[in-house]
């Protein structure tokens, strides 16, 4: 329970840093496309992901809680008005992408065939997880928010990947940096 | 050079043999609900484009896209979904990058590897990949540049019947192995 508690905050934290870095530089820079077509840097797909791979399922309430006030009370902007359903839909793409990984016999953690350290499996993992969320996501938009575009799926899909990779890469040179220091 | 003649003729071979079992038993259930134009729910070829990758390697995708040009404009019947050549090489392309993904990634289905390609679970996932890559190329593709209707849930259609045609392909794999496997 302590851990939980921990894990948690932890991971929400992660998610609001991520948030308001995107706001903040990148949104700025989008805002001509971004209504219509889905951010192509989205840095919060990593604040959602990377907890759930590191700190486990048991984060989901807490970073689907977070994503909630984020969107709603935090967003500063008129455009892209996010649908709490469209949350709820990136959070099931991830449930989806643990449980296909997890009973399909591909696990991964520390000491299992696919690895948390190693960073290639984690791509792996946040390829799917952005493949479902640009699959559900783009059709829920098309439909439900009546913005025709085709290619939202793809780059919701993109957005997804690079935004996380990009944060990955990041963490991976603060990381780094760290070390560095210690040593 | 003889080996590559081997994979390319059994990969072409299964593709033919899946594709006019789908037109034959499938789509003219499908067509009766007038669905089809939107992508079959059980396309059943998407094992042959999975399993020759998985099993021959890279060489198969030579043998996937020759499949694919002969099926769609000498094979298919029907005046319905017209397949146009680039949706077919969309196709043999999410296959390829799947592939790719899952060899630089670390993750390459071997008889030893990390992804095992006589797991059952890990060709699921294999699946589902290049599904997932199929249904987002093609659905993207048919509503901006082809002929047929446009339609936001196309995507999805065209992921749930890959995962499901290839799966149904598999389990009568299995079943056949195992009735068959005294015969040998």
Known sequence: ?183 | MYKIFEILSITITFYLFLFVIWTIFIVPIELSRDSLALGSLLFLPHAARVLPVVYFGPWALLGIIVAEYLCWYYIWPFDIFDRTGMGVLISSSAIAVTWGFFKLLDAELKPFGNLQNTNWKHLVIFIIFSALFNGLGNGAYYPTFGDSEAAPLISIRFVMGDIIGALVVIFFLAIFRKLTKDLT
């Open chain 1, 1 to 183: 329970m302590k851990f939980l508690f921990r894990d948690s905050i932890v991971a929400s934290l992660f998610y609001f840093t991520t948030f308001f870095f995107w706001v903040t530089f990148i949104v700025p820079l989008e805002q001509d496309f971004l209504q219509t077509s889905g951010s192509l840097l989205f840095l919060p797909a990593a604040g959602r992901i990377l907890p759930v791979l590191f700190f486990g399922i048991k984060t989901m309430p807490a970073l689907f809680l977070s994503s909630l006030i984020a969107w709603n009370f935090f967003w500063p902007y008129d455009l892209y008005e996010a649908r709490n359903i469209g949350l709820l839909i990136s959070f099931l793409a991830i449930l989806i992408a643990w449980g296909i990984f997890k009973f399909l016999d591909a696990e991964i953690s520390f000491d299992s065939k696919l690895k948390l350290s190693n960073w290639r499996h984690l791509v792996l993992f946040i390829l799917l997880c952005s493949l479902l969320n640009g699959l559900l996501d783009g059709a829920y938009y098309s439909t439900d928010v009546n913005i025709i575009n085709p290619f939202i799926s793809l780059r919701f899909f993109v957005g997804d990947v690079t935004g996380t990779i990009f944060i990955l890469v990041f963490c991976m040179l603060i990381v780094s940096a760290f070390d560095i220091k210690r040593n």
